[in-house]
């Protein structure tokens, strides 16, 4: 309880706050003491087991069309948390509503992170609180190179200490990035540019990481290898919202998981659940038995809900 309590108590603290128990805050240009407030709500969090990021009935639109149909999920401190559906079912579009990236979304519902309100709150505001996102394509910026891509992720913190501590962990994850810091990050492969794009997210310091289809586009051995890495970041105390196609490799990592389809859950629980279910196995992981005329089991592709 104790080390769960010191953990929270340090991942309530702005990014910016060195150990002198001041933090420099950018909105009033000036150096203040850590908020007592953070403290309170570390210790509601740890003594009342409250949510990390709580989302309520969200709903969302696309101009006349409604991409998220009351959608509500709960994400604890610590865990890895994954997002599990087809294209096109919604799953980008939680992230995007989540991190305020959509104007004037969600159209409906609430979400809440570190127990406040952040629907409605701008992207930069949602960064500040502590929220990263590793977007699905890695959006890296091309024309810059591998260093000042992740300067860039730390361009919010006037910590200099902090920065150098957090640049040196991504390249102990990363070793590969810095054997091309000083290259141009669009002529990176694919694998390079994830990550990169995971690095530069790293460098905000985040609380809360969503990732966007780490394993897009990426070869057998990479995906292996990003899934890896992300469960090591996860240990070291980040906690990760995780949007994947691939079932099988997000539930191997993930400590919870929900389905969505049409902008709908339609399935939650954890992974070995998951893993046993029917419909999981067929829509999912592509496979499905049938008892045979001949008595035994058989597999079929197809996909169907029942």
Not at 19 to 40: M, Q
Not at 192 to 198: D, G, H, R, V
Not at 234 to 247: D, F, K, R, S
Request: charged share 25%; aromatic share 6%; glycine share 8%.
């Amino acid at each position: 309880m104790f080390e769960l309590l010191l953990h929270e108590l340090r991942a309530s603290i702005p990014a910016s706050s060195p150990s002198n128990g001041i933090y420099f805050d950018s909105k009033r240009n000036a150096c203040l003491p850590v908020d007592r407030g953070f403290v309170t709500v570390a210790l509601r969090r740890v003594f009342t087991g409250e949510a990390l990021l709580k989302v309520k009935n969200i709903e969302t639109l696309y101009g006349l069309i409604m991409a998220i149909r009351g959608v509500s999920l709960e994400i604890q401190e610590g865990q890895i948390v994954a997002i599990l559906g087809a294209n096109g079912a919604g799953k980008t579009t939680i992230l995007k509503t989540v991190m305020g990236l959509l104007e004037d979304q969600p159209d409906k519902g609430t979400i809440e992170f570190l127990g406040k309100r952040i629907d409605g709150k701008d992207a930069e505001e949602i960064v500040h609180l502590g929220i990263s996102y590793v977007p699905e394509g890695r959006e890296v910026f091309p024309e810059l190179s591998v260093d000042e891509n992740l300067r860039m992720g730390a361009y919010t913190r006037k910590d200099r200490k902090g920065v150098k501590e957090d640049y040196d962990r991504v390249i102990a994850h990363f070793p590969v990035l810095s054997e091309r810091k000083n290259q141009w990050a669009g002529t990176l492969s694919g694998g390079e540019q994830q990550m990169l794009a995971i690095g530069r997210a790293l460098m905000t310091r985040p609380k809360l990481l969503m990732m966007d289809e780490p394993s897009l586009g990426l070869s057998p051995i990479l995906v292996q290898q990003i899934f890896k890495i992300t469960k090591t970041i996860n240990t070291e105390g980040t906690t990760i919202l995780l949007v994947e196609q691939n079932a099988k490799m997000a539930l191997k990592i993930s400590n919870y998981a929900f389905v969505l389809e049409n902008g709908r859950i339609v399935a939650a629980n954890t992974p070995d659940v998951l893993l046993q279910d029917e419909d999981v196995k067929e829509f999912y992981l592509g496979i499905r038995s049938e008892e045979s005329v001949k008595g035994y089991q058989r597999w079929k592709k197809k996909k169907r809900w029942r």
